[in-house]
T-cell receptor, first 109, second 117 residues
Framework: GQNIDQPTEMTATEGAIVQINCTYQ??????LFWYQQHAGEAPTFLSY????GLEEKGRFSSFLSRSKGYSYLLLKELQMKDSASYLC??????????FGRGTSLIVHP | GAGVSQSPRYKVTKRGQDVALRCDPI?????LYWYRQALGQGPEFLTY????????KSGLPNDRFSAERPEGSISTLTIQRTEQRDSAMYRC???????????????FGPGTRLTVL
């Protein structure tokens, strides 16, 4: 089976930096995804990591350590519109990603 | 259309009725996925197709749930004899090639909110 763990909720201040962690235990590994989901909307793709290291994309970066079963999503220069749920999803042997329950990020002024 | 569309957006039905939920994927996308998402949870995999072939239906909760994609484009998820526990958001996603590697990511539709009374 697969187990994906991420914090339920985080709060941060506008303009700050926040790191959302995700740990996973899976049988096989084909990649890790991060999605953003605003309340009442569909998840939208943010990043994909298959090799160890940091992938940077504008204000968002994602890090992966396969040996530790660990990833994080780093959000810089936080904006109010970044308030959303952030979903970590791991693709293993069958390629179908398994989603974590998501981390609800609240950005306040 | 530009994205994945689903219909209806909202469905209220009485226990015991059958419902059919429709998904129209992005044109040209090979793979189509069905998920169920409870409030405050991540999407839970139900089934997926490559073209018209159902590749994996291991996530379907029981035999009241079925899905088809007869022409490799539009898909229908059918729930027979609905029960209150079936109430959830049902989401569809599509991807270009189905390998989920690199840029071949899933694009999600807006979902159908199903309420079983």
């Amino acid at each position: 089976g697969q187990n994906i763990d991420q914090p339920t909720e985080m709060t941060a201040t506008e303009g700050a930096i926040v790191q959302i962690n995700c740990t996973y235990q899976t049988s096989g590994f084909n990649g890790l995804f991060w999605y953003q989901q605003h309340a009442g909307e569909a998840p939208t793709f943010l990043s994909y990591n298959v090799l160890d290291g940091l992938e940077e994309k504008g204000r968002f970066s994602s890090f992966l350590s396969r040996s530790k079963g660990y990833s994080y999503l780093l959000l810089k220069e936080l904006q109010m519109k970044d308030s959303a749920s952030y979903l970590c999803a791991v693709s293993s042997g069958g390629y179908i990603p398994t989603f974590g329950r998501g981390t609800s990020l609240i950005v306040h002024p | 259309g530009a994205g994945v569309s689903q219909s209806p957006r909202y469905k209220v039905t009485k226990r015991g009725q059958d419902v059919a939920l429709r998904c129209d994927p992005i044109s040209g996308h090979v793979s189509l996925y069905w998920y169920r998402q409870a409030l405050g949870q991540g999407p839970e995999f139900l089934t997926y197709f490559n073209y018209e072939a159902q590749q994996d239906k291991s996530g379907l909760p029981n035999d009241r749930f079925s899905a088809e994609r007869p022409e490799g484009s539009i898909s229908t998820l059918t729930i027979q004899r609905t029960e209150q526990r079936d109430s959830a958001m049902y989401r569809c996603a599509s991807s270009l090639s189905g390998r989920l590697a690199g840029a071949d990511t899933q694009y999600f539709g807006p979902g159908t909110r199903l309420t079983v009374l």
